[in-house]
Nanobody, 119 residues
Framework: EVKLVESGGGFVQPGESLTLSCAASGFDFALSGMSWVRQPPGKGLEWVSSIAYDGSIPVYIHSAKDRFIISRDNAKNTMYLQLNSLKIEDTAMYYC????????????RGQGTQVTVST
């Protein structure tokens, strides 16, 4: 059974940073592309970033380019998303999911971690 546990969210001011973590179990993490998605208040799920099984080919939603950094540690079965220069519009529940870009499996997301950016 795929299990994904997100952590690291919080309440920050615009311009600050956070690093999210995703602990994976129940599948062969080192062979799986992975993604981060988010759900802003009152809106649907939005893909944010993906990374290939070996840590290569990171891709990002246009609004996150040059601000977010996705990475993974296959030895720890963990994926990360470093959020820099946060904006109010980045406020959302963030989830990690198994799969890369359009192959992301939204149904595998965990409980999520809340990121709130506000003055």
């Amino acid at each position: 059974e795929v299990k994904l546990v997100e952590s690291g969210g919080g309440f920050v001011q615009p311009g600050e940073s956070l690093t999210l973590s995703c602990a994976a179990s129940g599948f062969d993490f080192a062979l799986s592309g992975m993604s981060w998605v988010r759900q802003p208040p009152g809106k649907g799920l939005e893909w944010v970033s993906s990374i290939a099984y070996d840590g290569s080919i990171p891709v990002y939603i246009h609004s996150a380019k040059d601000r977010f950094i996705i990475s993974r540690d296959n030895a720890k079965n963990t994926m990360y998303l470093q959020l820099n220069s946060l904006k109010i519009e980045d406020t959302a529940m963030y989830y990690c999911v198994k799969g890369y870009e359009e192959w992301a499996e939204m149904e595998t997301r965990g409980q999520g971690t809340q990121v709130t950016v506000s003055t």
